[in-house]
């Protein structure tokens, strides 16, 4: 058995059995966020597909509009002119072959690594380090790129990268517990917007199968699919 913990237990008490509303939801979300620390938003959304066949994988991007509430580290392996663009363009770290080096030895000060598409032979080495962390660059999140200014400009806005596990779960991180509920709606309503437009295409039958919202030591709070995906932008802020 698995020992709740007292204040988990009383949370766990105030949500009730049902589909919420999304903005009651959020608010409620919100209202369940009592730990010692900011505690994260997010979503666990189960999907209708079996990523182990490769037309039903989904890995993309979401742009947050409201930002995630977090300093993004940006770190971008390039060569030449492109490492002084970067550094101009606001990455916090910077380098070519000799970052590399260093990540292989070890150094993980960063959230997100871009590299441009020339130097990925190079960057392929690392793949067995940075794959498990979830931070290798690729094409479809975003990180491999020469536009070193736009992508650096978006990850510390709040693009975010995200996949389907092996079990056809999403969990992401949407924005802080100290967000209005407003401001999460609308991050969590351009998330369901990317998961809709990027449904892949091996996805047979009901894509969405549930979509629970939580603060990072709260409990599950379950989504009405359907009125946020009827839900227009106008109406979420």
């Not at 130097?119 to 479809?140: D, E, I, T």
């Amino acid at each position: 058995m698995v020992k709740i913990s007292r204040r988990l237990q009383t949370l766990q008490a105030k949500v009730e059995d049902k589909d919420y509303h999304p903005l009651e939801a959020l608010a409620l979300l919100k209202d369940t966020a009592t730990a010692k620390f900011a505690e994260a938003a997010e979503a666990h959304i189960r999907l209708g597909i079996d990523p182990k066949y490769t037309d039903q994988q989904l890995r993309t991007t979401v742009a947050l509009p409201k930002g995630t509430g977090q300093i993004v580290r940006v770190a971008v392996i390039a060569r030449g002119e492109k490492v002084n663009e970067a550094s101009i363009a606001g990455a916090d770290i910077v380098g070519s072959e000799e970052l590399i080096d260093e990540i292989q030895k070890g150094r993980m000060d960063f959230d997100k690594l871009i590299a441009t598409p020339d130097v990925m032979p190079q960057v392929a080495k690392l793949g067995k380090l940075l794959g498990p962390r979830g931070l290798m660059p690729s094409p479809k999140g975003g990180t491999v790129t020469f536009d070193l200014g736009s992508a650096i400009a978006e990850f510390k806005a709040g693009k975010l990268e995200f996949r389907a596990d092996r079990t056809g779960i999403v969990h992401v991180m949407f924005g802080k517990a100290t967000f209005s509920p407003e401001d999460l709606l609308v991050n969590l309503k351009a998330l369901q917007e990317t998961i809709d437009r990027n449904r892949p295409s091996g996805a047979k039958g009901r894509y969405w199968r549930t979509f629970y919202v939580s603060a990072t030591m709260g409990p599950s709070i379950k989504i009405d699919v359907t009125a946020l995906r009827d839900l227009k932008l106008s109406e979420a802020g």
